[in-house]
């Protein structure tokens, strides 16, 4: 298993430091400094057996050098000059393989993971990579925008064995929900971002309510939670999280939440509210339990 990590790590540690010197060598050059040009040296495999010392430090340089560009992508200001097509393809090589990297450590338990299938699992559009914990990942539909944001994460949850249906609020809403009745008409789970694509952050778009009224599917609300620092924390408007180094995180799921087939727009505003709250409850839950939870 560490061999398979060693020679995994180091090979997506090298085409990613190819793709970005070929994309931006002057910003890379400017940001990163001499690490752009030491990731290129290439290390054999047996690294790790000949001084696993030198290889945990190499591990955890490729860990700060993915951050620090991840971070760096959401300044778009810096690739306004490159064309986007290019720009999307190389962030979804990124982000897929950074995926694959981090899932050899990713470490989640899951709180009350419903038993009954199946569900809509609504969740705050930062929460996302908490999906990876989801015990029937096969049979998942998740709705992702189409935008080129969405063509990124689109490409990385695909890669770890969820279904994508594309569509949002503001672009092809209709076929994306119908889709989604489809799959849960055919007794799979769907998950859907409720603040999503562009927020306001927390806040529930109506989308979830009518297609858990029209499906007759109940609605779980689950949240995604770490104090540790490792669980990073992004500048943007959903300040989304991501995971570093194996760090343990929980992901904590709610009681089903019925909607009526017959309610009325105000009974359905109250289940908008209703599932906006337990959401709010729920990650509140979790920061006060966190020890315990992690324990049971």
């Not at 990731?39 to 001084?51: D, F, I, M, Q, T």
């Not at 199946?118 to 929460?127: N, S």
């Not at 306001?200 to 007759?216: E, M, T």
Request: charged letters at 20%; hydrophobic letters at 40%.
């Amino acid at each position: 298993m560490l061999q398979y990590v060693t020679i995994r790590s180091l090979v997506i540690k090298k085409s990613i430091s190819n793709l970005v010197m070929q994309l931006r060598p002057d910003i890379c050059n400017q940001v990163f400094g001499k690490r752009v040009a030491s990731l290129h040296k290439g290390y054999h495999p047996s690294l790790l057996a000949n001084n696993p010392v030198a290889f945990c430090s190499e591990v955890s340089n490729y860990e700060i050098f993915s951050h620090k560009l991840l971070c760096l992508l959401y300044d778009e200001s810096m690739f306004k000059n490159i064309d986007k097509r290019r720009l999307v393809s190389f962030l979804s090589f990124l982000l897929k393989h950074f995926y694959a990297f981090e899932s050899l450590f990713y470490s989640c338990k899951n709180i009350n993971f419903p038993k009954q299938k199946p569900v809509i699992f609504a969740l705050w559009h930062a929460h996302q990579c908490g999906l990876y914990a989801n015990e029937d990942r096969g049979n998942l539909n998740v709705m992702i925008s189409k935008s080129n944001d969405g063509d990124i994460i689109a490409a990385a949850t695909e890669h770890v064995g969820i279904k994508v249906v594309r569509g949002s609020s503001k672009r092809s809403g209709a076929a994306a929900s119908l889709a989604l009745l489809e799959k849960l008409e055919q007794g799979e789970c769907a998950a859907i971002t409720i603040d999503g694509p562009r927020g306001p952050f927390g806040v529930v778009k109506d989308g979830i309510i009518n297609i858990a009224k029209l499906s007759q599917v109940p609605i779980v609300p689950m949240i995604w939670y770490s104090p540790s620092k490792w669980l990073l924390e992004f500048n943007t408007w959903d300040k989304f999280r991501f995971p570093i180094l194996g760090v343990k995180t929980i992901a904590v799921y709610g009681e089903p939440i019925y909607i009526k087939s017959d309610c009325t727009p105000e009974e359905a505003e109250e289940y908008r509210l209703t599932v906006e709250n337990k959401l709010k409850e729920l990650y509140q839950y979790a920061q006060d339990n966190f020890d315990e939870l992690i324990k049971s």
